[in-house]
């Protein structure tokens, strides 16, 4: 029996099932957009003739493709299983799981965030499109304001927390690399998990507001060198901003804690 990849030779290779053959050959055509978020299979008895299987085999593919967030399984319903889009956030448990099974700290995501954020905002510059700068300035002037609105207070916590993951996301995913766009998506749902519970840690009347206006600054200098093209600029300017965040961030002993148990 030849190998396959990753397995040694002379290695026994197990046949894959049927319920996972049928599970690839609809994966398939949700990838390849054959079958769409919203629309719903054909019903279980139309699916076990085309199949030639039988329910408990149906139902077994069904399964494989509901842990994957792929489709919804409305029990009791004579519709099919809904197709579904997959979340960035299932991706995120799964990719922490892992993580932590190899003893990775919040702090080790930290700078594999440090790494690959700032040459998102390279890439950014150098690919930025109108949009991209009116929605980056949305967000920047959104947060500009949550300081402006408080005085000599500090922002919302939650608003704060929700325009902050907005603006890095965006740094991502308009970075035109969609590979690190979903690396970046994955590892920023782990952050955005930790920051809510740094912030609920520390985000009370001795945080100081000059820190928060500061920040909404650097956001709103990313926006200008994004418009203006500076890649380099744009990718220095990000890098330390990220640091100095991670200095905050990573503080009152969270830096030390696992992945996994954020999620916990």
Request: proline share 3%; charged share 25%.
């Amino acid at each position: 029996m030849s190998a396959t990849p990753g397995s040694q030779v002379g290695q026994t290779v197990r046949a894959p099932k049927a319920a996972e053959l049928i599970a690839a050959q609809l994966r398939r055509r949700i990838v390849l957009g054959e079958l769409t978020p919203g629309e719903t299979l054909l019903p279980e008895n139309q699916l076990m003739e085309q199949f030639g299987v039988s329910r408990p085999t149906l139902r077994e593919a069904f399964r494989i493709l509901e842990a994957e967030m792929l489709i919804n399984v409305r029990h009791g319903s004579r519709d099919g299983a809904l197709v579904v889009a997959p979340d960035f956030s299932v991706a995120a448990r799964h990719v922490g799981l892992l993580l932590q099974m190899q003893g990775t700290t919040v702090e080790d995501v930290y700078e594999a965030r440090t790494v690959a954020e700032p040459a998102c905002a390279r890439l950014l510059a150098k690919r930025r499109t109108k949009q991209d700068i009116a929605d980056l300035t949305a967000v920047a002037a959104q947060l500009e304001s949550a300081v402006e609105s408080k005085d000599n207070d500090v922002p919302d916590v939650v608003l704060w927390t929700r325009l902050t993951y907005r603006f890095h996301e965006l740094v991502m995913q308009r970075s035109g690399n969609k590979t690190l766009a979903v690396q970046g998506a994955v590892l920023q749902a782990i952050v955005a998990t930790h920051l809510e519970m740094r912030v609920a840690r520390n985000f009370d009347r001795t945080e100081s507001p000059e820190r928060f206006q500061r920040a909404a600054k650097a956001y709103k200098r990313l926006v200008a060198l994004v418009e203006a093209r500076d890649a380099e600029g744009a990718e220095r300017h990000w890098r330390n901003h990220m640091k100095v965040a991670g200095t905050y961030l990573l503080g009152d002993g969270l830096h030390n804690k696992t992945v996994v148990d954020l999620f916990l």
